[in-house]
């Protein structure tokens, strides 16, 4: 059987957006300041890269202008010069599935530049925001964050969030969320919800991964994981390779979530890489890496379909907007 080379791929998380900011002089067409770039885009068949905008709260304070200059980073050099089309309604993902087109999405990591204001979270939603991660690591106004001690869950406006999400089909995402946060959430919440970026702890003990019973919870509600390229969430010592991932995937297909993997490979993120996983144009190598494994079909889920059916699935219809 001969195989088309080129696949078909779905990222969840990148950092892109936070280096345009502090350096707007980047092109992201093809600057080597980046790990994701439109031509390693092209060169490793990513049709949509869901694009986080992050706040680095631990070095400056988060505001709500701060998250309004990323999207506005995101419309002129990603979906404006840069070429992407905008995706974010049911209808577009329908689309997607069907008529391969290079698109990217918005995700906000961590709600602290909201300040609490639920009316920045609509605003966001307005401007095509559509998926929130309540945390980064630590506690905010909405919740802990998986680094915290104490391992607290939503507060009362968090709740409130999660509450104006489950409305407005703003979808939540909780790698970063604290354990019992994510449990909180899978009681609260009345849509599924994924794990943008984070991988199996029982592969590699990192505190950002999930438990089994986590990533149980996310099959039973058909929700997702993105398995995630960050070296130390892969291999326990940080030294990994693209093989290495391949562990994860055979863990999670144990506990039945074969239909729940996709992938979210933190680009721009982070300051060393997976060997043979350093930028996405990599992805073409590492989809024959597969292929060599597993079954054609397995691997087209994992790479593209399993993300395209949870969006025109769980995404808000532009039909029933106001």
Same mark, same amino acid.
């Given at each position: 059987m001969v195989r088309n080379r080129q696949r078909r791929v779905a990222d969840f998380h990148c950092d892109v957006l936070s280096k345009l900011q502090a350096s707007p002089d980047i092109d992201f067409r093809n600057d080597s300041r980046l790990d994701v770039t439109l031509d390693r885009l092209l060169a490793g068949g990513v049709e949509l890269q869901v694009f986080a905008v992050y706040l680095s709260t631990r070095r400056e304070k988060a505001s709500f202008e701060r998250i309004l200059g990323q999207i506005e980073s995101f419309r002129n050099k990603v979906a404006g010069i840069g070429g992407l089309q905008w995706l974010r309604w049911k209808e577009e993902a329908a689309e997607q599935i069907n008529t391969p087109t290079g698109r990217g999405m918005l995700s906000l990591e961590g709600v602290d530049g909201l300040e609490g204001n639920l009316f920045y979270a609509q605003l966001c939603f307005e401007l095509g925001v559509r998926f929130i991660g309540v945390t980064w690591n630590y506690a905010n106004w909405a919740a +802990?964050? =998986?680094?915290?001690?104490? /391992?607290? @869950? #939503?507060?009362?406006? @968090?709740?409130?969030?999660? +509450? *104006? $999400?489950?409305?407005?089909?703003?979808? %939540? +995402?909780?790698?970063? %969320?604290?354990?019992?946060?994510?449990?909180?959430?899978?009681?609260?919440?009345?849509? !599924? #919800?994924?794990?943008?970026?984070? /991988?199996?702890?029982?592969? $590699?003990? &990192? !505190?950002?991964?999930?438990?089994?019973?986590?990533?149980?919870?996310?099959?039973?509600?058909?929700?997702?994981?993105?398995?995630?390229?960050?070296?130390? #969430? =892969?291999?326990?010592?940080?030294?990994?390779?693209?093989?290495?991932?391949?562990? &994860?995937?055979? &863990?999670?297909?144990? %506990?039945?979530?074969? @239909?729940?993997?996709?992938? @979210?490979?933190?680009?721009?993120?982070?300051?060393? *890489?997976?060997?043979?996983?350093? &930028? !996405?144009?990599?992805?073409?190598? #590492?989809?024959?890496?597969?292929?060599?494994?597993? !079954?054609?079909?397995?691997?087209?889920?994992?790479?593209?379909? /399993?993300?395209?059916?949870?969006?025109?699935? /769980?995404?808000?219809?532009?039909?029933?907007?106001?």
């Amino acid at each position: 059987m001969v195989r088309n080379r080129q696949r078909r791929v779905a990222d969840f998380h990148c950092d892109v957006l936070s280096k345009l900011q502090a350096s707007p002089d980047i092109d992201f067409r093809n600057d080597s300041r980046l790990d994701v770039t439109l031509d390693r885009l092209l060169a490793g068949g990513v049709e949509l890269q869901v694009f986080a905008v992050y706040l680095s709260t631990r070095r400056e304070k988060a505001s709500f202008e701060r998250i309004l200059g990323q999207i506005e980073s995101f419309r002129n050099k990603v979906a404006g010069i840069g070429g992407l089309q905008w995706l974010r309604w049911k209808e577009e993902a329908a689309e997607q599935i069907n008529t391969p087109t290079g698109r990217g999405m918005l995700s906000l990591e961590g709600v602290d530049g909201l300040e609490g204001n639920l009316f920045y979270a609509q605003l966001c939603f307005e401007l095509g925001v559509r998926f929130i991660g309540v945390t980064w690591n630590y506690a905010n106004w909405a919740a +802990d964050g =998986v680094l915290e001690q104490r /391992n607290g @869950g #939503f507060t009362e406006q @968090g709740r409130k969030l999660v +509450d *104006w $999400c489950n409305g407005s089909g703003m979808l %939540l +995402d909780v790698s970063h %969320l604290a354990p019992a946060g994510f449990w909180e959430l899978a009681e609260r919440s009345i849509r !599924p #919800f994924i794990a943008s970026h984070s /991988n199996a702890a029982a592969v $590699c003990g &990192h !505190p950002r991964n999930l438990s089994d019973e986590q990533i149980k919870a996310l099959i039973a509600m058909d929700g997702r994981i993105g398995l995630t390229f960050v070296p130390w #969430f =892969v291999r326990d010592g940080g030294l990994a390779k693209a093989g290495d991932v391949l562990r &994860h995937i055979e &863990h999670i297909c144990s %506990l039945g979530g074969s @239909g729940q993997i996709m992938f @979210g490979s933190d680009f721009d993120g982070i300051d060393c *890489w997976v060997e043979g996983l350093e &930028h !996405p144009g990599k992805y073409a190598e #590492f989809a024959e890496l597969l292929l060599a494994r597993y !079954p054609e079909d397995a691997v087209n889920g994992w790479l593209h379909g /399993n993300a395209l059916a949870f969006l025109a699935k /769980n995404l808000p219809s532009k039909e029933i907007q106001p």
